[in-house]
């Protein structure tokens, strides 16, 4: 599956048709159903808005505290979660609640969420800063199981064939049965591992030692480890034969997605980024608020 890529006149029509003030800061990605996008900001709003007639659809207020991570979109319903920890599941088509999971426990813990949820096989999952990797009944948001980790859990987890693929603060790598939530196998980098990615029956996952790896989910096999020249601070992006990852200090690696070569590197000075690749473009949103499209194939800006 590929992520659509959002232009710069849409993310400027976003900001204007959600945010009033310039307080009211997008802290999400974008999730993607038809032409309406929907994200949330950093009071709680969270907004849809059409891409072909630029009109806002909806809003939905969830509560004042900061929304995290891509909201996850489930046939008709979009999940997103926020930093205190809550998980808020609304219908597409009008922003009406479906179900809303608040945690027990208090803020002031640094128990809540850094990141967003996977959703798969009829569950939510999401990590939680605590050391707790929880799923939720997609249909109603109860709990039905929990996995502890050793230490605070800051990136979300991925869902593929009956797995949930976890990347842990502590530089391990976990792959635990969907069902149950009990850990099957793993492997592990020499820093903290960032979100995995799922593509063609692997999952990728980078780590900040600067290190990117590939594994066969069928039967556990490792297919390739690579070393990139900086620590790698994004999710592996996956598309068209390439895997695009980002560094700390505003780097975009391409790797070979059979062998992890190293195709290309492209330095923005934009320090951490976001990634994302569709059509031969790859889009990137530097921490100093810029949009860089590349060229795929060489790396080189795309005109």
């Known amino acids: 599956m590929h992520r659509r890529i959002i232009t710069i006149t849409a993310l400027v029509f976003m900001l204007s048709a959600s945010c009033e003030a310039a307080e009211n800061m997008i ?67 009008d922003g009406s609640l479906v179900w809303k999971y608040a945690p027990a426990f208090k803020v002031s813990t640094n128990a809540g969420l850094n990141d967003g949820v996977a959703v798969g096989d009829g569950r939510v999952y999401a990590a939680f800063m605590n050391g707790e990797l929880k799923a939720l009944d ?6 039905l199981w929990s996995y502890s980790s050793d230490q605070g859990l800051r ?6 064939d009956g797995m949930v693929f976890l990347g ?32 063609d029956g692997n999952v990728y996952y980078s780590a900040w030692d600067g290190s990117v790896h590939a ?20 999710s592996p992006v996956i ?17 070979n997605q059979k062998d992890g070569a190293i195709l290309w590197e492209h330095a923005t000075q934009g320090g951490q980024l976001r990634l994302s690749a569709s ?8 921490e100093d608020g810029r949009n860089i499209v590349l060229d795929a194939e060489t790396g080189k800006d795309k005109k």
């Open 27 to 93: 802290t999400t990605g974008t999730a993607v159903s038809g032409d309406i996008l929907m994200f949330g900001d950093a009071l709680g709003i969270f907004s849809a808005v059409s891409s072909n007639s630029q009109t806002q659809l909806w809003t939905y207020q969830a509560g004042d505290s900061t929304s995290v991570g891509t909201p996850a979109v489930c046939g008709d319903t979009v999940i997103f979660a926020q930093v205190t920890g809550e998980i808020t599941c609304l219908k597409i088509s």
């Open 138 to 143: 997609l249909k109603t948001g109860k709990p």
């Open 155 to 160: 990136t979300a987890p991925a869902y593929s």
């Open 168 to 199: 842990e603060y502590n530089g391990l790598f976990s792959m635990l049965d969907a069902e149950t939530g009990k850990r099957i196998n793993g492997g592990g980098a020499g820093g903290a591992v960032n979100t995995p990615s799922v593509s």
């Open 215 to 234: 594994v066969r989910i069928k039967g556990v096999i490792p297919l390739w480890s690579a070393k990139v020249s900086e620590p790698v601070t994004t």
């Open 239 to 255: 598309d068209d034969g390439r895997v695009f990852v980002g560094t700390a200090s505003g780097k975009v690696a391409a790797l």
């Open 279 to 286: 059509g031969g473009r790859v889009s990137v949103n530097t």
